[in-house]
């Protein structure tokens, strides 16, 4: 089964607002990172968070995780219609090492 | 781009018979991992390949098997093929078998079983 769940499961947002996904998981991590999947095609690497990392930033980009809930967020500000995708997080557990989970992702719309 | 290429694009297979993919990592990369992405899910993990050998994998039955070569080329092979195998296979490479490395992806092959 999978150990992240993202939420919302679809997301519709007008050019120039904020996105905002969230992600939850089960299981203690080395670190977490988000994903983005242009329909059906490969994955791209966004950022990763380190488990003794609270937030991180990259471009528009904002990470936040709580380890205490399980939990991540990412927020793409000043969104563009070329980030409409599918995003995901992916959680490598302590127990599991170098095996990613990936959750069910978030399909941002964002709409011109 | 990333580098990464996955071979063939498309593929349909019956029932019961046997498929083999293949990925191309990127230059310098020695770790290949494979997932399985059905409609509307996300990808999940089948195994790793690190140096030639496998070094960890998912909950997929022993007819998912796969090699990597010197190059650190890989092939992922599927015995008795099944509907529910119907799926995107995507491969990615990193520059080690730490997590804390960046996966890169291949486009994937679309395989559909019938």
């Known amino acids: 089964s999978q150990q992240g769940e993202e939420d919302p499961q679809a997301l519709s947002i007008q050019e120039g607002e904020n996105a905002t996904m969230n992600c939850s998981y089960k299981?203690?991590?080395?670190?977490l990172q988000w994903y983005r999947q242009n329909s059906g095609r490969g994955l791209v690497h966004l950022i990763l968070?380190?488990?003794?990392?609270r937030e991180k930033h990259s471009g528009r980009l904002r990470v936040t995780l709580d380890t205490s809930k399980k939990s991540s967020s990412l927020l793409i500000t000043a969104s563009r219609a070329a980030d409409t995708a599918s995003y995901f997080c992916?959680?490598?557990?302590?127990?599991?090492?170098?095996?990613?989970?990936f959750g069910t992702g978030t399909s941002l719309t964002v709409i011109p | 781009e990333t580098g990464v290429t996955q071979s063939p694009t498309h593929l349909i297979k019956t029932r019961g018979q046997q498929v083999t993919l293949r990925c191309s990592s990127q230059?310098?990369?020695?770790?290949v991992s494979w997932y399985q992405q059905a409609l509307g899910q996300g990808p999940q993990f089948i195994f790793q390949?690190?140096?030639?050998?496998?070094?960890g994998r998912g909950n997929f039955p022993p007819r998912f098997s796969g090699l990597q070569f010197p190059n650190y080329s890989s092939e992922l092979n599927v015995n008795a093929l099944e509907l529910d195998d119907s799926a995107l296979y995507l491969c990615?490479?990193?520059?080690?078998?730490?997590?804390?490395?960046?996966?890169?992806f291949g486009p994937g092959t679309r395989l559909t079983v019938l």
């Open positions: 990615a490479s990193s520059l080690s078998a730490s997590s804390y490395n960046e996966q890169f």
């Open positions: 968070i380190r488990s003794n990392e």
């Open positions: 390949y690190y140096r030639e050998e496998e070094n």
């Open positions: 992916a959680t490598v557990s302590i127990n599991t090492g170098n095996q990613f989970y």
């Open positions: 299981t203690s991590i080395n670190n």
């Open positions: 230059s310098g990369h020695n770790t």
